[in-house]
Each structure stands twice: as C-alpha cells, then as structure tokens.
C-alpha cells in the first residue's frame, strides 16, 4: 500500500496532498458563456480568437473557465480551443461505469483531426497535463508542443520513488470509494478543507469548492482512481514532442519546497530536452496564485 511509504506527520502531509490535487479543482461556476462549437460524447470545446492554435486542457473536476484569463489574453494572437470534459462542473457525464482518462485522450485526439488542426500547441493542467503528455506518447503526429502544469507524469510518484501503478491501486481504489460513499454535506467538508492547499487565494478556495460539487461524483471517483495509477513515465524517452513543465513551490505548502523540486527533475529525468519551470508562491493553481510569472511562462512556451 502506498501508506507503507509514509510515516507520522508525513501521513497528514499525502492525504491533505491527495485531496488538493484529486478532488477540487476549478476557478468558477456561475459565469455564463457562449455555447461551445464542437460536442462530443466525452468532451466539448469552445474556439476563441485567430492565429495558431492552442489547446487548453483543465484538469481534474474542472472547467475550462480555468483558463479563461488565459483565452481572453491570447486571443487576439491565437486560436484557442477550451476543452471541458464529461463528468466535470457541471457537464453531464456520459461515461457510466467505463473507464475516464484513455477515451477522453482519444476524444480529444479526434478533436484535433476533425478540426483540421496541424499539431497545435496544448496546454493542460493536473490531470489535463496528464492527459497531454499520453497525447503526445501516442499520436505525436497531433501535438506540435506540450506544456504541463503541476502535473507529473506518475501522480503517485509523491508518496515515493518506488511507487508503483500496482502499490498505489489499493489507496486509489479507497480515494474513489470515499468520494462516492459521502454524505452531501461531508463531500462539501472536505472540499472546503481541499480548497484551500489548491490555491492562497480565498476567492478562488470558494470557487473550486463550487465547481467540485457541480461535478459528477461518479466520474470525479473514476478519475481518482486512473489518475492515481496511470504511469506516463515508461513512454517519456521516446517522445519526440517539446515539452515545459511548469511545477508550483510554496513555503507553507504541503511538501518542502526542496522536495517539489527534486520530484520534478527525477520524474521528468527520463524526458529529452524537458524544460522545467519553478513557480515560487503558488499552490497547484499556478495560473490564478502567479498570474504573472504564469503568462510569461505561456508567452516563452509559444515562442
């Protein structure tokens, strides 16, 4: 079991880790928007702006508001395309009891072919970044360049180096059981306490917590559960495709600042030519904690 790599404090330290970056992801729920301009069965997408394309991946239990400053920044330069998923804040999830990650890679595969779109650049957060990273190991030919941001190619590389997908199943496997077994008011609990390691920002703790109950708990469990055993890592020597990785440090966070970054180099060690970019002062939502070390992160990633 994964709890087998922890010890006291370090206990306290992982589980407020797996709630933070699994169960409340999200920037706000309530704004109205356009209707999206291409739907499908896992996902839908919501096209802004001319010039190259960018895809904006959000991650787990998210919207694509999530990179709404983002959108409205690039737009006038770019055309971005705004992915929402199945299952999150408050889209209808279609999935029953299938499997999440793999076919909303292969939907968003699909995307870029039926959009005659020529290796865009992608951008995707958490699980979005995830999400890109077996994007690119399987259809290269689509992607032109990748960005992640604080998101690993094993996420249960954290609880240690000898993590495996098969140590980290029986903790994934209870991650998901809770999320379904909670009581309405004590799924809202925890997103309240999750909140507040995703982001220092008080306004976007409210807003991750609103767009985490907006989300179907069966899908938000399902994702738990692959996200937690999904391993990247063996098909990073062969990619061929650019890839930044933006990772969030903070002193008061959950993990020293020395840990964050040294988990980030032995996981990406494997990757050719990976560039890693440290964000000090931010939790997991680099995008809203350091908007401006974000946005030149961005503008020297599409360079």
Request: net charge neutral; hydrophobic share 50%.
């Amino acid at each position: 079991m994964l709890l087998a790599f922890l010890g006291g404090r370090a206990v306290a330290r992982a589980l407020v880790i797996v709630l933070t970056a699994l169960l409340g992801l999200g920037i706000a729920v309530s704004v109205a928007r356009a209707q999206p301009d291409y739907v499908a069965d896992r996902l839908t997408v919501e096209v802004v702006g001319q010039g190259p394309d960018v895809i904006l991946a959000p991650g787990l239990a998210s919207s694509r508001e999530a990179f709404r400053p983002l959108a409205d920044r690039l737009k006038p330069t770019h055309r971005v395309h705004l992915v929402q998923l199945s299952g999150f804040a408050g889209q209808p999830w279609t999935g029953g009891e299938g499997p999440f990650v793999d076919p909303a890679v292969e939907a968003l595969a699909t995307y870029i072919r039926s959009a005659g779109l020529r290796q865009p650049a992608v951008i995707g957060h958490s699980m979005g970044g995830l999400s890109g990273l077996l994007l690119a190991q399987r259809h290269p030919e689509l992607v032109g360049r990748l960005m992640t941001i604080d998101s690993l190619p094993f996420y249960s590389a954290m609880f240690g180096p000898t993590a495996t997908s098969a140590s980290a199943r029986p903790f994934a496997d209870r991650m998901a059981a809770s999320v379904l077994s909670a009581s309405p008011e004590a799924f809202a609990a925890q997103q309240t306490a999750a909140a507040k390691g995703l982001s220092r920002t008080p306004a976007m703790q409210e807003t991750i917590v609103a767009w985490s109950l907006a989300s179907d708990r069966k899908a938000v469990a399902r994702a738990i559960s692959e996200v937690m055993t999904l391993d990247a890592r063996p098909g990073l020597a062969a990619m061929k495709t650019p890839v930044t990785a933006l990772y969030a440090v903070d002193a008061e966070g959950a993990l020293p600042p020395a840990v964050v970054g040294a988990l980030w180099m032995r996981e990406y060690d494997a990757l050719p030519g990976v560039k890693l970019v440290r964000v000090e002062g931010s939790r997991h939502f680099i995008m809203a904690d350091q908007p401006e070390a974000f946005a030149k992160a961005v503008d020297g990633f599409l360079k």
